[in-house]
């Protein structure tokens, strides 16, 4: 019996991509912001609608470097979401930042920008959302509340790559975004991440953090770390560019296949937008409600002995993790932790067979029937 798991990476033919590296040869030029990794730079602020697209190994030190250039004070407070991938909490903490817990929206399951208020005291100085699943948050009225409060507001859009919201990029909104490249996102470089951001100061505080903080060959500006892409994963991000919108194309037949199949089955509940905006087709969460019969756990089980690994994504929340629990109690999140019980990511990815995903959403049918 065939495996199939919950994601699988996109990746070139294979062609295009030794063509893509084969100048290296010539070049000796691996890595420290070469030709590919500039070239990638401005194709990526070109298709994600940014001003500044700045990139890095991956999303999480991108993330992790964007919270250090703004120099919060240590033990600052930052509003996030625990319904996250551990990525997120943990830029927070390894930064020397407060983790301030927020419940998200029972329907998608993104921050719910009405309990933020709330939880704002002196020591407060950032917003940290999450655009879960390439479900947007609510960046109206986020806008609203992190100006008038002065807050800065930074997106991890891991999810969200290639998404317009009012005809503007998603990276675009708040003072800057995280996406992420990695292997199993809908669009990949291997590993690898950007931020987009408009602040001029914070772009240049960003280049010189990701690497050693060396302004020139005299002068070492900040105590910076070391997240160079190197040309290989640019090239492969170079090459995947050009494919993004058949990568797209081709996710939304496996996702409405899943659709069609799994709308109206008793206890299948699907997660769906509340903002409008465009979609990129990144996952497929479904919710095991009570009156499906069998648990989320027993429908994971069930799925497993039949060779399909779909994934608890996200369970737990990050305030339940071990590392965390007990330790940032402020801000209740009975929400956050109801929906981590319930959700099942199931495999999707570019050309998954819809024999597979007949064959999946016929085994969650039948189940529901005989219980
Ligand atoms: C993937 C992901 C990250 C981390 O990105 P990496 O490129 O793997 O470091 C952060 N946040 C979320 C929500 C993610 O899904």
């Known amino acids: 019996m065939e495996k199939i798991f919950v994601t699988r990476p996109t990746l070139p033919p294979f062609e295009e991509y030794v063509d893509e590296i084969r100048g290296i040869w010539d070049s000796h030029i691996l890595t420290n912001m070469g030709p590919k990794h500039q070239k990638l730079e401005r194709e990526l602020e ?59 929206n029972e329907d998608d399951c993104t921050i719910d920008a009405d309990k933020i208020e709330t939880l704002i005291t002196d020591k407060t100085v950032a917003i940290l959302p999450v655009h879960v699943y390439g479900n947007i ?106 494919h993004i919108e058949k990568t797209i194309e081709n996710r939304r037949i496996v996702y409405e296949r899943y659709v069609r199949q799994l709308i109206g089955v008793k206890g299948i509940e699907l997660i769906y937008p509340r903002i409008p905006a465009t979609k990129n087709f990144a996952y497929f969460p479904i919710k095991i409600k009570e009156d499906y019969g069998i648990s989320r756990d027993g429908l994971y089980d069930l ?30 999140t009975p929400i956050a932790h109801k929906i981590s019980s319930e959700i099942l990511t199931l495999p999707m990815y570019e050309n998954l067979d819809l024999e597979y995903v007949d064959k999946i959403c016929s085994i969650i049918r039948q189940t529901n029937r005989i219980v």
Do not use: Q
């Open 46 to 104: 070109n298709y994600l609608k940014v001003e500044n697209a700045i990139l890095f190994t991956n999303g999480h030190s991108a993330l992790e470097l964007l919270l250090s250039a703004y120099s919060f004070p240590p033990g600052s407070e930052v509003i996030t979401t625990p319904y996250t991938f551990a990525s997120t909490t943990h830029a927070i903490v390894r930064n020397g930042l407060v983790p301030v817990f927020c419940d998200i």
């Open 137 to 242: 948050c609510d960046v109206d009225k986020l806008d609203k509340i992190s100006k008038a409060h002065d807050l800065k507001l930074v997106y991890d859009s891991a999810h969200a790559f290639g998404i317009e919201y009012k005809r503007r990029g998603i990276g675009s909104f708040g003072d800057a975004s995280m996406f992420s490249f990695h292997a199993t996102k809908v669009f990949n470089t291997i590993e690898g991440g950007l931020i987009s951001c408009k602040d001029k100061n914070t772009v240049n505080r960003l280049i010189d953090l990701k690497n050693f903080g060396i302004r020139n060959e005299e002068r070492v500006i900040v105590e910076g770390s070391n997240a160079k892409l190197n040309e290989f994963c640019a090239a492969m991000g170079i090459c995947n560019l050009k």
């Open 303 to 332: 799925l497993k002995t039949k060779g399909i690994y779909a994934r608890k994504y996200f369970y737990p929340i990050t305030n339940e993790f071990e590392c965390y629990i007990g330790k940032y109690t402020k801000g209740k």
